[in-house]
């Protein structure tokens, strides 16, 4: 029996820029201004960046369980040493979430002026592939009939 080969791509997987980046901006002292607020046992500056992203805000303050996302920076913050800013996230404790008196600073990357939303799909992607043997036929095979070796 004669064989032809194909190349079958089970997966791709891409890491194209649909998440913003997210900068730390320090640690300050002062509440934040009214804005949108979560808590969550799992908060972390992902977490945090991620939620004021989907809420439209380019800042986030955070303290421990806490995620505040604003339009600005609360102008009666006071920039703080950064270890002040020491109390571990509870969702991932190498992030710090504030400290006493003190909230970690983000830029969440959310910009009005751009288009937010899933990564696009490339056209083409090139990760994994494995060779597979297959009778060769006529006709290729249909989904319906199962392949014969």
């Not at 991932?92 to 830029?107: I, K, N, P, R």
């Amino acid at each position: 029996m004669k064989y032809s080969t194909a190349t079958v791509l089970p997966f791709a997987t891409t890491a194209l820029a649909a998440q913003a980046e997210i900068v730390y901006k320090g640690c300050y002292s002062g509440t934040p201004d009214k804005g949108t607020s979560k808590t969550s046992p799992f908060n972390s500056h992902g977490e945090c960046a991620d939620f004021c992203v989907k809420a439209q805000k380019p800042i986030a303050y955070i303290s421990m369980s806490s995620c505040f996302c604003v339009d600005e920076a609360t102008t009666n913050s006071s920039l703080l040493r950064n270890d002040q800013c020491n109390s571990p996230c509870p969702g991932y404790s190498l992030d710090m979430c504030g400290g006493q008196d003190a909230f970690t600073v983000l830029e969440t990357g959310y910009r009005a002026d751009s288009v937010q939303g899933p990564a696009p799909v490339p056209s083409s992607v090139v990760c994994a592939s494995h060779t597979m043997l297959f009778p060769l036929s006529d006709k290729p095979p249909s989904i319906a009939e199962p392949l014969s070796f």
